[in-house]
């Protein structure tokens, strides 16, 4: 499943945002929110909203005020989150690690920090960095999605037409950018000069929440391939990491100009197709496991009473359509959301009253989105993983020809069996001895 974590905004309450009043308190894994415009009314019968507001995750942080005994660090944080991505990553899966949350609320700080307190995209690339080179290879891209198109953040562009990156999609590894420069890095210090480059190149502006805000979406992606020696063949563990630091969420503002408006109107279209891709996969999740219950309920029944299934199965409901490609951002993380990745979110919120439709928000968007199913595999050589399986089943076949000798009462049946076995082992071996003589 898709892994949630619920970070409480790491700033103090800003000057800009915050009439005053801090609504949030988290509690291990749970944050709450109170609602201080019913809180502040007398009890009457026909007030339905709730004062206090819970919602639970796998990880909830307290980062506003580090004198306070609950605050999370961002080491913290890194040995929660940042570990589950690198020890993912080193098994051979791809992983996806994404903030989301409303404007000034800590997203770039948590992905990226600052030369006092670095976040996790530094974090993380220090500890691959500290690995033994000749046997462990690293690529780097940054990218930027603004106003619905796509930027390389590591390559000077045409000033005229800076943004001519097209997606394209590979019918076995899914989305790409065409175009994209990787760059191979061999220590940290390198690391750090791209990610100080691509930063500096990010589009910000000033907002009602803050000064320097994010006005587009940035992936930073590593391609991380590591050389190793299985079944005496040489192979190799292969992982994407996407790093993704979303542009914060925000009401539009009539003072703006025309291009700002247009600017924040293409945030939140992505957003809000990203909002309408991760309900839609936790809706087809929760009917997969309804009728994977249904199924289990059926099956029981049926062994022990014979009795025939229930009517009106939900099994018969096809999967709602799910709209990718309705934005470039929910396009290049199609195999992050529901497919061939194990993906963190990080919801970002900010602990002040005058945030509250915010926070409520962003909590809902990361509730609905726990229930989503991914489907992560271990990207390895396809003729080691063959060797892999035939092993297996010569390893099972010859269980079998022990079990038939051990239990030898009719001589005629078992010689039959025991020569059909053994034929199956022949061949299988026979075709592990063919997979080595091709490489």
Request: charge should be neutral; hydrophobic fraction near 35%.
């Amino acid at each position: 499943k898709l892994h949630l974590a619920t970070f409480v905004s790491n700033r103090p309450l800003s000057k800009r945002a915050e009439g005053g009043r801090v609504i949030v308190e988290v509690d291990d894994k749970v944050a709450k929110v109170r609602n201080i415009k019913v809180d502040s009314r007398l009890d009457s019968s026909w007030e339905s909203r709730e004062k206090t507001v819970a919602f639970s995750f796998d990880y909830c942080y307290w980062s506003v005020d580090p004198e306070d005994p609950k605050y999370a660090s961002q080491e913290m944080v890194f040995q929660d989150l940042g570990t589950s991505v690198l020890s993912g990553a080193f098994r051979g899966y791809n992983i996806c690690l994404f903030a989301y949350g409303q404007t000034g609320s800590g997203k770039t700080y948590t992905m990226m920090g600052t030369p006092a307190s670095i976040g996790l995209t530094p974090r993380i690339c220090e500890v691959l960095s500290e690995f033994n080179f000749p046997f462990f290879l690293f690529l780097f891209s940054f990218l930027e999605i603004y106003n619905e198109r796509v930027r390389d953040l590591l390559k000077q562009s045409d000033k005229t037409k800076p943004y001519t990156l097209r997606v394209r999609e590979h019918p076995e590894t899914g989305p790409y950018v065409q175009g994209l420069t990787q760059h191979l890095v061999t220590d940290y210090k390198q690391v750090v000069k791209l990610l100080e480059e691509g930063i500096a190149k990010r589009i910000t502006a000033a907002t009602h929440i803050h000064n320097a805000s994010s006005r587009s979406h940035a992936v930073f992606t590593i391609h991380y391939t590591q050389a190793i020696l299985e079944n005496n063949l040489p192979s190799e563990i292969a992982s994407k990491i996407n790093l993704v630091d979303l542009a914060g969420s925000e009401r539009a503002d009539p003072s703006y100009c025309k291009d700002r408006i247009t600017e924040g109107a293409n945030i939140n279209k992505s957003l809000v197709t990203l909002g309408i891709v991760i309900s839609t996969l936790a809706q087809n999740s929760q009917m997969f496991s309804s009728c994977q219950s249904i199924t289990s309920i059926t099956s029981e029944a049926e062994s022990g009473r014979g009795d025939n299934p229930p009517s009106g199965s939900s099994s018969g409901r096809r999967p709602a359509y799910i709209p990718y490609r309705d934005s470039i951002l929910t396009w290049l993380l199609k195999d992050s959301l529901g497919g061939n990745s194990k993906t963190i979110m990080i919801a970002t919120i900010s602990p002040a009253s005058s945030s509250y439709n915010e926070t409520m928000s962003t909590l809902r968007y990361a509730a609905n989105a726990k229930n989503i199913i991914n489907k992560p595999r271990v990207n390895e050589d396809a003729n080691v993983k063959l060797i892999r399986e035939l092993r297996e089943e010569i390893d099972r076949l010859k269980a079998m020809l022990m079990s038939f000798e051990l239990r030898n009462s009719s001589p005629s049946w078992s010689d039959d069996r025991d020569g059909n076995l053994t034929e199956l082992v022949l061949q299988n071996e026979m075709k592990v001895c063919m997979i080595y003589l091709m490489l």
